[in-house]
């Protein structure tokens, strides 16, 4: 393989050391999730390949296709296939379904600057149980209200966590107004459980906390005007344990370039008490329960 040296040595191997870091981290995942031994070694093994490699991935690919990865030292068709894809989209699928089967806390945790007492205020409070939801949260304003996030803390965990998640730059700041209206969000939500109680939505199987590989869960498409929705139960771990999961609603809306989430639930205390309510926009939902006539506070 050619060599290289000198100061352009970091920015070509960009890839080679994010593709490393990302299968030490598949490696460990593995691991915690019990699975076969010699797998997760092989991830650690490509790791050390790539780390001592003097020749960018990309370059590799061009000249010599994927049967070029595969004569590289403890590389062989399987990491070589997930090295191509990776460089090709960005995206490693097999450390993302790990990380989904990852139990919400050890998530939390896994992100520099977040410790266990950290990760149990968040999961708590905030109702966080994975990486995507702390980064909507480090950017709508929910993490800056939590006592202890300065500006500096808060930048540090967007850049761990956009990293994390294998993005170039963190998502732009939304505008407030961006968001779905509170009374549209409880609409759809309505309308996702009433047509689920009567059988008449379609049923996907989740690929996770599903060991049986069944079709339960029930998806609703909806759209009010331009904005898209797409709703379904959680099926996140907390939701299992708790016994909500025909109760937390997770709702996904798209209108142009703008997207994101929601979870709808059923609150259990304070004023909101027996009402849906969309968590982290209590307050807004204080004032459209009051604005109904049906909130007495």
Known sequence: MSGTTGHDAGPRLATNHAIADRFLETARLLDDQGANPFRARAYRQGAETLRRMRRPVEEILRAEGIQGLERLPAIGRGLAAVIRDYVETRRMPIQERLRERQEPLAALRSVP?????LAERLHDELAIETL???EAAAWDGRLARLAGFGDRRLAGIRAAVAERLGRRRPPPERPPAAEP?????????????????AHRLPKVAPSRMNPLH???????HTHRG?????????????A??????RDWVVVYWEQG???????????????LRSRRVVRGREAECEEYYRGLG????
């Open 240 to 245: 299992h344990e708790l016994g909500r999961t």
């Open 113 to 117: 600057g977040i410790g266990p007492k």
């Open 132 to 134: 995507e939801e702390l």
């Open 226 to 238: 331009a904005r898209r929705y797409t709703a379904l139960f959680s099926n996140t771990p907390r």
């Open 257 to 271: 370039a703008d997207r994101g989430q929601h979870t709808v639930v059923t609150a259990t205390l304070g004023p």
């Open 181 to 197: 209206p509170i009374g549209e969000l409880l609409e759809v939500d309505r309308e996702y459980r009433q047509m689920a109680v």
């Open 294 to 297: 049906a909130l007495v506070l």
């Open 214 to 220: 069944r079709a339960w869960l029930p998806i609703l």
